[in-house]
């Protein structure tokens, strides 16, 4: 099945400061890569979300990018904010293998004032 | 519309106890989904579901069982708790996307958080 992988586990940055998450994935049958953000507590809520047929896709001060040659694809934030701080997933959906969801470990990103 | 809901959000029970964890959502979603969430091992899918009267095995199924009798509620039972079954609970559900066989956003109950001794 699909494999997702997430890097870094843990990223601390300066308020102001961007940040940027990446995951890799091994299906080139994955056709939608979304991205959760989950407060301590909280459930995960999805915050972005790209398709196969896209390269970039932006909201405000949050953009994803997807390298399907590569098979990655990447959460930028900029101008971040303490109200940032969360652990944020990645995910990807293959859509010939069994209507699945594979996410990725997770990253905990830890904005300082 | 209150979304995706979870019933009940704590629950502590003693190794070999049963129970039953209910998964509710009222925005007509096809799909639904089980996953348990560890610390530093993200979301692991243990059951889901693409209609009703249909379950299929995920990532980490044993010890688990569920149902689909209804469209809206999806079902997770643990016959005999162990303490690796210790975990924060998640249901969520998502639609089919009407082209090219993709899904659209998956949306997340508020978790359940068991704890078995």
């Known amino acids: 099945g699909e494999n997702v992988e997430q890097h870094p586990s843990t990223l601390s940055v300066q308020e102001g400061d961007s940040a940027v998450i990446k995951c890799t994935y091994s299906?080139?049958?994955?056709?939608?890569f979304p991205w959760y953000k989950q407060e301590l507590g909280k459930r995960p809520q999805l915050i972005i979300d790209?398709?196969?047929?896209?390269g970039e896709k932006k909201d405000q001060r949050i953009a994803v990018t997807l390298n399907k040659t590569a098979k990655h694809f990447s959460l930028h934030i900029t101008e971040t904010q303490p109200e940032d701080s969360a652990v944020y997933f990645c995910?990807?959906?293959?859509?010939?293998?069994?209507?699945?969801?594979?996410f990725g470990t997770g990253t905990s990103l830890t904005v300082i004032p | 519309n209150a979304g995706v809901t979870q019933t009940p959000k704590f629950r502590v029970l003693k190794t070999g106890q049963s129970m039953t964890l209910l998964c509710a959502q009222d925005?007509?979603?096809?799909?639904m989904y089980w996953y348990r969430q560890d610390p530093g091992m993200g979301l692991r899918l243990i059951h889901y579901?693409?209609?009703?009267?249909?379950?299929a095995k995920g990532e980490v199924p044993d010890g688990y069982n569920v149902s689909r009798l209804k469209k809206q509620n999806f079902l997770l039972g643990l016959e005999s708790a162990a303490p690796s079954q210790t975990s924060v609970y998640f249901c969520?559900?998502?639609?089919?996307?009407?082209?090219?066989?993709?899904?659209?956003?998956?949306?997340f109950g508020p978790g359940t958080r068991l704890t078995v001794l």
């Open positions: 969520a559900s998502s639609t089919r996307f009407k082209a090219g066989g993709s899904t659209d956003t998956q949306y």
């Open positions: 299906d080139s049958a994955s056709n939608y």
């Open positions: 790209i398709r196969s047929n896209v």
């Open positions: 995910a990807a959906y293959p859509s010939n293998t069994g209507n699945q969801f594979y």
């Open positions: 925005m007509n979603h096809e799909y």
């Open positions: 579901s693409v209609g009703e009267g249909t379950t």
